[in-house]
Each structure stands twice: as C-alpha cells, then as structure tokens.
C-alpha cells in the first residue's frame, strides 16, 4: 500500500484541476476502470487472485502511467463495481444498438432488468431503432389501430402488446427509441426528500432530456399540461401542439424499462394507421418537419446521452455492444480476452 500512495495522491491532483489536460485524464480514467470492471466479470479466480494479479501489474510498471494510476487506484481500493467521478457515484452506461425488432427489444429489456434487479449491471440506457412495429400499452385501446391487419400486413407493420403505460404508439427507421434500464433507489428526488425517484418525477425527467436535445438543434419544444410527452409550440395555421416524442415506462421493483420515442426522421405516414396515443385533436411532428431537412441520427443520439448526464446527473459511458457491457454471452459466443486465457492456461473460453 505505500508504494501506491504517490499514486493516489497523483489521481487526487488529477481528478480535482480543472484544466482540460485535467479532464482527459479524467475520461481515461473512467474508460480504464471500465476496462478493469469487465477484465473482473470474465475472471474466474477468486477476487484475491485477480487483485494480487492487478497489483503485480501495478508494481511491475511503477512510477505508472495515468492509465495504470488508474489501476492501481482500483487495487488499492477493490472498486470492482463503480466509477466515482469528481466525488459522484452515478454512472449511465449507453449502448446505441442500431435497428432491432420489438421482440428482441423486449426481450433485451427483460434481461437487463433482471441483472439491474440483481445489482449485477448498473443502470443502462439502450438507444435504437425499431423496425416498423404498432404497440399497444396497459391503457390502450384496440379501437386505436385504424388500419385493418390486411393494411398493416401491406406496410410491413407489426402489432405488439406490452406492459408499458400509455395508449397506441408506433415505432420506426428515423425514430430513436430510448430504454433507460434504471434503479431509481440511486436518484435523489431534486429537493434531496426522497432517495428513491417517483414515476412522476422520473417521466418528467424523461421530457427534461428530450426538450434539452431539441433545444440543442434550435427546434423550440414543451409540456402540455395534462399530457405525457413533448411537444412543439402551436404552429401558426392550426394553432395546436405537435407531438415530438412520446413516453410510456414500466417500473418493477424500482427499476424502469421501455422509455421514450423521438421522431427524427420519421415517415410520420405510419401514425395515419392509428389513434396516437389516443389523442384526436392534435397531430404527430418529426424533427425533420420542424427543420425542413434531414437530421444526423447519430449527433441527436449524443445529444440525447449527454441530456441524460445532465438531468440525471450522471457520467455517461458509451460501450460499444451488449457483450461488453455484460461481459458474457448474449446470444452470440465471445471468448475471453488472451491475456486471461493465458493467466488462466485456458486455449479456448466463453464468457459465462
């Protein structure tokens, strides 16, 4: 332990200056803990084992580099399980998946709060698309989906029922869908009253971000009073609110699942087969609309995660699939890196 106090205090130096050689560090930092975190979950010693292996490599390369000031800090302290940063424990890994069906998503969702439930992965926001798809909520009404099945057949459409609140929605290619896997046990409520975070609160949190990121592309948005969602300023011939987004959550046990729509570059064609939402009297807008051209999915997704960060007040951590971020299978065989096959004189391993 002496050996790593020079360490320590260096990190301490870091973590605390506020030049932006200071906040690099700081964001390696995190990716290496990161790194560390999934070397730990593929280990399969024990944690004395995989600790006395991470100080070897701590004392091996002494004076370290930040990289491994980094590691000795994990070492030094056993922080297998979280990231502090700048003297906060919140951290939002982000998985941007790309198009997926409903189905998967579902069942995507269903495995994550499982483990979420289990303290087994931390809270996850998952952004996607979907291909085209109806879903009704607990609250919705069949009476909502106008098209006959032989119309939705024809535009590829699929109908799912779900366990989310809310009425009919639709998703679709141009639309990105958020599924914030949360323990709202880990979110204070903003007056600090309550530890754990209401549905209420959580849902306006939700809109909070989605106004952010439209403000981020000059696109002017709001709440509607006695509505769910977010909303464009009347416009000028009809004098009503559009819908930007929707949102329709599930909570168990304290922890959420399915989220929000926001409709980038969506074909808003597809809500002429339904009631959205349930609501007649006012219509259903995209960003694209509200522009007059075409939007950038990935720029409004970072938008969208660094909106996340701020409201939620979390450092958000983009992992590049599912597998890295569980660090075992899902569905796809992955073996364990080299290094560890090696450690462990294992040729060929699965992670499980």
Not at 23 to 38: D, G, P
Not at 68 to 94: K, N
Not at 246 to 264: D, E, K, M, P
Request: glycine share 8%; hydrophobic share 40%.
């Amino acid at each position: 332990m002496k050996k790593l106090e020079p360490v320590i205090q260096h990190i301490r130096q870091i973590w605390t200056g506020a030049s932006p050689q200071a906040e690099r560090a700081r964001k390696s930092s995190v990716k290496c803990e990161t790194r560390l975190h999934f070397t730990w979950r593929a280990w399969r010693g024990t944690e004395r084992e995989f600790q006395s292996h991470i100080r070897t490599r701590c004392t091996l390369r002494f004076p370290p580099k930040l990289v491994d000031s980094r590691t000795c800090w994990v070492a030094a302290f056993g922080s297998f399980e979280s990231v502090q940063i700048r003297g906060r424990t919140l951290l939002i890994s982000v998985v941007q998946l790309g198009t997926v069906d409903y189905a998967m998503g579902l069942r995507l969702q269903q495995q994550l709060v499982a483990l979420r439930k289990e303290d087994k992965v931390g809270d996850v926001l998952l952004l996607l698309e979907h291909a085209p798809v109806i879903t009704l909520g607990r609250n919705a009404k069949a009476a909502n989906v106008v098209a006959s099945p032989e119309l939705l057949a024809q535009r590829g459409v699929e109908l799912f029922e779900c366990d989310r609140g809310g009425d009919v929605t639709f998703h679709g290619p141009g639309q990105i869908v958020g599924y914030p896997i949360f323990d709202l046990r880990g979110f204070a409520t903003p007056d600090g009253a309550r530890k754990t975070l209401g549905a209420v609160e959580f849902v306006r949190r939700i809109e909070d971000v989605l106004m952010r990121t439209c403000a981020d592309f000059a696109i002017p948005s709001k709440r509607v009073r006695g509505l769910t969602g977010v909303w464009t300023d009347p416009s000028p011939s009809s004098g009503r609110e559009a819908k930007l987004a929707a949102i329709g959550v599930h909570i168990s046990r304290f922890v959420t699942s399915h989220g929000f729509a926001l409709n980038v570059n969506t074909d808003l064609s597809y809500f002429d087969l339904i009631v959205p939402c349930g609501i007649t009297s006012k219509p259903v807008t995209s960003m694209q609309r509200a522009l007059s051209r075409e939007l950038d999915l990935n720029a409004v997704a970072e938008s969208i995660s660094r909106n996340f960060g701020v409201v939620f007040q979390s450092q958000m951590l983009w992992v590049d699939t599912l597998d890295a971020l569980l660090g075992r299978t899902v569905g796809v065989p992955v073996q364990v890196p080299g290094e560890l096959r090696r450690l462990r004189r294992e040729d060929r391993a699965s992670w499980g």
